[in-house]
């Protein structure tokens, strides 16, 4: 390849012309830059990319124009739910687009994307933030690669994929949920409320808030007394003007959250009472009911507005002098409470919905430390004192006797090799 000088608006320039038959089209194009050397650099670079088969037309757009592609594409054929696709979409346009955005794609590196991760912690927010708005990078940057538009992933560094150790931050606050005795007094404070039964099933099945809402009459045995999860409620975030509906129904978080709970008489009782109430809001609504089949809708058919049953929660947990929580720790609260009664772990991971027992470990394993004293207590009773040690059981009479005849053969032996 050769390099011709060439002068544009007073500046000396270096060319290098690309081999045509590396392009479709069959048009020159050409590299440039200040030094002989940098634009055969390009040019070199250039001709790997196209024998590649990369797009370097794409490579030349900006990164802020790349990621608008990808979340239309990404809306459609992403295979994600519209709540996912809208939290991609923010982190796009409020954490990565304003810090790097006017890179272009070629020359976007790693060291690019290792400042973007510091500027997002130099400004305050939390690791899981900076985790989520990196795997969104990193997974628009990965259809880059899929796309021929990249030859690397810039955001795939290993380092960086994997997760970050968490650790306990000082101060920081376990948990938040009810003991037994309190939550003895929440479900007598929440008796005749409107949302009785939506709180006495939260806190008897530790069902998610979101599988709560998505609840529908037929998944609701009340003979058995049991209920499956099947889907689950999804709330949009719209953008103001955005034609998207305010919710969306969808399968359960995971595999294991698809899951048969039993639930205790008197919650049956409670819905039995709840399922009449809804047929009769049903009737009432008439031609204005938008029938969804939930166990606890609004009095349009509709699922409940999430503000309206906090703000009666909030109300009822302060009037009754109970901690402040949030609706889900109803769900730390079921786990704890089984805790409490010697529920095996596996059991509590199945009902709760988690992906392994791992997860209910690493969630509630302190809840388990009480025990840890009986463990003590049991050592204690094999070497402490000797009135507290374990009796030493007996070898049974064969095993005596075998033990007694080695001995004699033993001390033969040394007689022998005496003489």
Partial sequence: MKAFKVHRNGQQYFRVDLPKHLFPDGKRRSVMARTRREALGRAEGQIEQRRKGLNTEEAKATLAEFLGRFLDFYRTEGGVALRTWQDYRYHIYENVIPKIGAVVMRDLKPRDVDLWLKSLRDRGLG??????????????????????????????????????????????????????????????????????????????????????????????????????????????????????????????????????????????????????????????????????????????????????????????????????????????THASLLIHEGVHPKKISERLGHSSIKLTMDTYGHLFEGSDHDSAEKMEQLFGRSENRARVIPMPDSEHRADKTADKNSKARVARAAK
Wanted: one cysteine or more; aromatic letters at 8%.
């Fill in 127 to 332: 690791d899981r933030t900076v985790e989520y708005a990196q795997a969104v990078l990193r997974r628009a940057l990965q259809f880059a690669v899929e796309w021929e538009i990249l030859d690397r992933n810039p955001a795939a560094a290993r380092f960086r994929a994997a997760k970050r150790k968490r650790t306990v931050k000082p101060g920081g606050v376990k948990i938040r949920f009810l003991d037994p005795d309190e939550s003895r007094t929440f479900l007598d404070a929440v008796r005749g409320d409107r949302h009785e039964v939506l709180y006495a099933l939260a806190i008897t099945t530790g069902l998610r808030p979101e599988e709560l809402y998505g609840l529908r009459l037929k998944d609701v045995n009340l003979d058995g007394r049991c209920l499956t999860v099947n889907q689950v409620l999804a709330r949009t975030r719209r953008k103001k003007g955005e034609d998207v509906p305010r919710f969306a129904f969808g399968p359960p978080k995971t595999e294991k959250s698809r899951r048969t709970i039993d639930f205790p008489e008197f919650v049956r009782d409670l819905l039995v009472e709840q399922r009449r109430r809804v047929m009769e809001m049903r009737q009432l609504g008439g031609t204005g009911w938008r029938d969804h089949g939930l166990m606890f809708p609004s009095e349009a058919g509709t699922p409940l507005d999430e503000r309206n049953v906090l703000r009666g929660f909030y109300e009822l947990c302060a009037g009754n002098g109970l901690p402040k929580l949030r609706l889900y720790d109803l769900r730390h």
